[in-house]
């Protein structure tokens, strides 16, 4: 079964810093693998994801990830943090390789200090 | 893209009673799926809601808890039933598009 581990529930960085979220997954079979972000009070929105090809996955508002299979990881990476990206953020992989179901990590609360 | 819309947005229910949540869809999805999301945990999948079926509970979920309903292709209803504080979670809906699954904002429930 697939599994994902977001290590800490929260991270702290200033305006204008890198912003480096990690995931790390267990899957039997290739996995696909997304990331999503709720702001307070809505709803997940996808960040990116990754299926195949190109292991390194550009998303929306800046963001992208790459895909490394030796580390199992899949890490989530901004050059510089806004303020409007505080929010929460959720690694996912898809169960059973593909199919819609998702598993996801316990999340990582982002805070941007000015 | 879809808009999917969950309603009510939160309560508060006294225990021993039950909440239908509601998850509307502006547009076909292949598959619609329901999540809780207790406190401090992660997102963990409760059924997959099948249309015109009975939903595929994922082990440690049960029909007569968690009753489901999908009378079509864009709608789906969620039953929290005989409830104890233990329910109180955030509920989401979850439809799944060509590309990528969509979330409802979610139900915050609280169980007193």
């Known amino acids: 079964a697939q599994s994902v581990t977001q290590l800490g529930s929260h991270v702290s960085v200033s305006e204008g810093a890198l912003v480096l979220l990690r995931c790390n997954y267990s899957s039997s079979v290739p996995p696909y693998l997304f990331w999503y972000v709720q702001y307070p009070n809505q709803g997940l929105q996808l960040l990116l994801k990754?299926?195949?090809?190109?292991?390194l996955v550009k998303g929306i508002n800046g963001f992208e990830a790459e895909f490394k299979k030796s580390e199992t990881s899949f890490h989530l990476t901004k050059p510089s943090a806004h303020m409007s990206d505080a929010a929460e953020y959720f690694c996912?992989?898809?169960?059973?390789?593909?199919?819609?179901?998702?598993?996801f990590g316990k999340g990582m609360k982002l805070t941007v200090n000015p | 893209s879809a808009v999917i819309s969950q309603k009510p947005s939160r309560d508060i229910c006294q225990r021993g009673t039950s909440l239908t949540i509601q998850c509307q869809v502006d547009s076909q999805v292949t598959m619609m799926f329901w999540y809780r999301q207790q406190p401090g945990q992660s997102l963990t999948l409760i059924a997959t809601a099948n249309q015109g079926s009975e939903a595929t509970y994922e082990s440690g979920f049960v029909i007569d808890k968690f009753p489901i309903s999908r009378p079509n292709l864009t709608f789906s209803t969620l039953t929290v039933s005989n409830m104890s504080p233990e329910d109180s979670s955030i509920y989401l809906c979850s439809g799944q598009g060509y590309t990528e699954a969509f979330f409802g904002q979610g139900t915050r429930l609280t169980v007193v």
């Open positions: 990754y299926t195949t090809g190109a292991t």
């Open positions: 996912a992989v898809s169960d059973q390789g593909g199919s819609e179901k998702l598993v």
